[in-house]
């Protein structure tokens, strides 16, 4: 597809189960952000890539949060011990060289 | 820190009226300014963007003017259609290019 996708859609995870979140990327993307959209506000920075380097990891909440993109493309967000704050829906952009970011639909991780 | 704010919605209108939708943001440096729109079911989705002082983005009928003076860049629209009916988000751009978002303004439109 020419779009980011993101998967899965939706994700419930029994509080201190781990998570992962993929996101692929649009191809040829060198960026890639994660952002995080509790209901109701406006989506918050977690981290961010250039190729397979993690640039800014500032956003993340806790050392709970993991990001990894081994080979620059496809990146995967770990949740270790999930918590019910973790609950929202988990943003993937990407975007060439500081471009516009194109977002991905997002994967929404409600943690019971 | 870096952070933008919009006006609370849900913003009512009816079709063909004319629609604002205020964001200030914090005056650190000249940032990029963005305003994304998120339809319903559907993912975010870049609307306009200004990139410098004075600039003016516009697309879909849509305009924003980044203003320095008032460190704004309200979203403005002569005539809504229901087809408009989403969320709007401002939004800045930071270090790295990471944006710094509002808390989001649904606007419904009715015929």
């Known amino acids: 597809g020419a779009g980011v996708s993101q998967s899965p859609r939706y994700k419930v995870a029994k509080r201190g189960q781990d998570v992962a979140l993929r996101c692929d990327p649009i191809?040829?993307?060198?960026?890639l952000f994660w952002y995080q959209q509790a209901l109701g506000q406006g989506p918050e920075f977690l981290t961010y890539?250039?190729?397979?380097?993690?640039?800014?990891k500032s956003g993340l909440p806790s050392d709970r949060f993991f990001a990894e993109r081994p080979e620059g493309s496809v990146s995967t967000l770990k949740i270790q011990r999930t918590q019910q704050e973790d609950s929202a829906v988990y943003l993937c952009a990407s975007s060439f060289l500081g471009n516009e970011q194109f977002f991905g639909p997002g994967t929404r991780l409600t943690v019971l | 820190g870096n952070s933008v704010t919009q006006m609370e919605g849900p913003v009512t209108l009816s079709e063909e009226a004319f629609l604002t939708i205020n964001c200030t943001y914090t005056a650190t440096g000249y940032p990029s300014l963005f305003w994304y729109v998120q339809y319903p079911g559907e993912g975010l989705q870049l609307l306009l963007k200004?990139?410098?002082?004075?600039d003016k983005g516009s697309n879909k009928g849509f305009e924003a003017t980044y203003r320095k003076e008032t460190t704004s860049f309200h979203l403005e629209k002569g005539s809504v259609q229901v087809s408009d009916s989403a969320v709007y988000f401002c939004?800045?751009?930071?270090?790295?290019?990471?944006?710094?978002f509002g808390t989001g303004t649904q606007l419904k439109v009715e015929l």
């Open positions: 890539f250039q190729n397979e380097a993690q640039l800014d």
């Open positions: 200004a990139t410098k002082a004075d």
């Open positions: 191809s040829g993307h060198v960026s």
């Open positions: 939004a800045r751009a930071g270090g790295g290019n990471k944006l710094t």
